[in-house]
């Protein structure tokens, strides 16, 4: 009888075997990563903001109680879990002033499939001189509009960059000024994520230097705003404004800041007190 019941316990545990080997695993659902840009100074707290929203419906979802994961250098630092609209916020302290790199990624544990995004963490020290550049400055073709999303879904627009903006925005970095690139949604013109994600590829692709992305609505008081913003949380060298649009240089001006526009605008666009550069080569001559 004890044969017959250990034969009949073998027999039992090779049917669960077999049946847990032919099961098919829980496929993961596709997702995609978006995180923003952040701004700290040495030793001090940032927070990073990411968004994981579901891919292939119509209308995009934000996946919420997902495990994210902040890599630096390739180790991980931070977790944290999306709330109902997807995003998730990490807190991470850097050591050293620079631009640093990093990964955010779905956790192993995620029911979402392993998806990452990347962006950089502007680690500056207050006292450094900053100047904060308008998207649409740097843009052949861009006319008065700030925004680099034109339509949702377009890959950075196609625009061609303005001759030496990048070799000119470089030689600025190389004179100790940290950069604040300011991107504008237009009307119709997509989401703060999809801004977001196409200014950093763009500003990729053409070659500009590292700086960090700034993404506000185009409501023409955002601008002025977010400088009031970053001036009483201690950035207060952020003194000077090179933008292509009249309402950019004017959100600088109303606050005794200097402003710069380039191209040349048409006669009569430019504020009493902004200077003008012709083309990108007189910024500097005019900082």
């Given at each position: 009888?004890?044969?017959?019941?250990?034969?009949?316990?073998?027999?039992?545990?090779?049917?669960?075997?077999?049946?847990?080997?032919?099961?098919?695993?829980?496929?993961?659902?596709?997702?995609?990563?978006?995180?923003?840009?952040?701004?700290?100074?040495?030793?001090?707290?940032?927070?990073?903001?990411?968004?994981?929203?579901?891919?292939?419906?119509?209308?995009?979802?934000?996946?919420?109680?997902?495990?994210?994961?902040?890599?630096?250098?390739?180790?991980?630092?931070?977790?944290?879990?999306?709330?109902?609209?997807?995003?998730?916020?990490?807190?991470?302290?850097?050591?050293?002033?620079?631009?640093?790199?990093?990964?955010?990624?779905?956790?192993?544990?995620?029911?979402?499939?392993?998806?990452?995004?990347?962006?950089?963490?502007?680690?500056?020290?207050?006292?450094?001189?900053?100047?904060?550049?308008?998207?649409a400055a740097l843009m052949e073709g861009a006319g008065g509009e700030g925004a680099i999303v034109t339509k949702p879904g377009n890959e950075a627009d196609g625009r061609r960059p303005m001759p030496d903006a990048a070799e000119e925005l470089g030689k600025l970095t190389q004179f100790y000024y940290n950069l604040l690139y300011v991107?504008?949604?237009?009307?119709?013109?997509?989401?703060?994520?999809?801004?977001?994600?196409?200014?950093?590829?763009?500003l990729k692709d053409q070659k500009f230097p590292i700086g960090h992305i700034l993404v506000l609505p185009s409501d023409p008081e955002a601008l002025g705003v977010k400088l009031d913003e970053l001036h009483g949380a201690g950035w207060k060298q952020l003194k000077t404004g090179v933008g292509r649009t009249k309402a950019f240089a004017e959100a600088f001006l109303q606050r005794r800041l200097e402003a710069v526009m380039v191209p040349e605008p048409a006669k009569g666009e430019a504020p009493r007190k902004a200077k003008v550069a012709k083309e990108w080569k007189d910024v500097r001559k005019k900082m």
């Open positions: 009888m004890s044969i017959l019941l250990r034969r009949a316990g073998l027999f039992t545990i090779l049917l669960l075997w077999a049946a847990t080997t032919t099961l098919p695993a829980a496929e993961k659902i596709p997702g995609t990563l978006t995180v923003y840009d952040s701004l700290t100074a040495p030793n001090q707290a940032a927070t990073i903001e990411a968004t994981l929203i579901r891919t292939g419906l119509q209308t995009q979802a934000g996946l919420g109680g997902e495990p994210l994961e902040l890599l630096v250098a390739g180790h991980v630092v931070a977790t944290a879990m999306t709330g109902g609209d997807g995003r998730a916020f990490l807190s991470y302290t850097p050591k050293a002033k620079g631009a640093v790199p990093f990964t955010v990624r779905t956790g192993t544990t995620s029911g979402v499939a392993l998806t990452e995004a990347g962006g950089n963490l502007a680690v500056w020290e207050r006292r450094s001189p900053i100047v904060a550049v308008e998207m991107v504008s949604i237009e009307r119709g013109g997509g989401n703060r994520d999809q801004a977001n994600a196409q200014a950093r590829q763009w």
